[in-house]
C-alpha cells in the first residue's frame, strides 16, 4: 500500500470527514435550460439558410455543407444540454409534479436527432416548441415564471 494511502486512511481513522450531500453535480443555479433554446435557435436558423439556398450559385456547395455541419452540431448540443437537465437537474419529486417529463425528454431528443437528419422547417420549429415547454416546466420547478424568448 502507498504510504499517501495509508496516510490518509490514519487520518480518517483519527479524524473522519464529515457527511456531505448535494441535489445536483455543482451549486444552485448552474442548470439552465438556455443553451438548449440557443442551440435549437441555431438549428432552426441553418435550416432556414438551407432551405434558401440557390444551388446553382458559385459557391453554394461548400455552403451547404457548412450549413449542415452546423445544424448537425447544434441538433447533437441540444441533445447534451437536454440530458444533462434530465438527467442532473430533475428528481424524482419533478416527476410526481410532471408525471410525463422522461416521455418529454425524450420526445425532444429523438427531434433534436430529426433534425440532425433532415432539413425541414416544421421539425426544426417543433423541436423549439418542445426546447420552450421544458423551458417553463424547469422555471416553475424553481417556482420562477421567466418569460420564453428567442434572440432572432
Not at 470527514?17 to 435549437?40: F, Q, W
Not at 456547395?61 to 447544434?74: A, D, F, G
Amino acid at each position: 500500500m502507498k504510504f499517501t494511502t495509508r496516510l490518509l486512511q490514519s487520518l480518517d481513522a483519527v479524524r473522519p470527514a464529515s457527511a456531505a450531500s448535494a441535489h445536483c453535480d455543482g451549486p444552485c443555479g448552474v442548470y439552465d435550460p438556455a443553451s438548449a433554446r440557443i442551440a435549437g435557435e441555431a438549428v432552426l436558423s441553418m435550416t432556414k439558410k438551407l432551405l434558401d439556398i440557390d444551388m446553382s450559385s458559385e459557391g453554394a456547395h461548400n455552403t451547404y455543407i457548412r450549413y449542415v455541419n452546423i445544424k448537425e452540431e447544434q441538433a447533437e448540443l441540444v441533445k447534451r444540454e437536454l440530458n444533462i437537465l434530465w438527467h442532473d437537474y430533475f428528481k424524482p419529486e419533478h416527476l410526481e409534479q410532471y408525471p410525463d417529463l422522461h416521455t418529454t425528454f425524450w420526445k425532444a431528443a429523438k427531434q433534436a436527432s430529426a433534425c440532425k437528419t433532415s432539413v425541414s422547417l416544421d421539425a426544426a420549429n417543433e423541436l423549439m416548441a418542445m426546447i420552450e415547454n421544458i423551458h417553463h416546466i424547469f422555471w416553475a420547478t424553481k417556482g420562477r415564471d421567466i418569460p420564453w424568448y428567442v434572440a432572432s
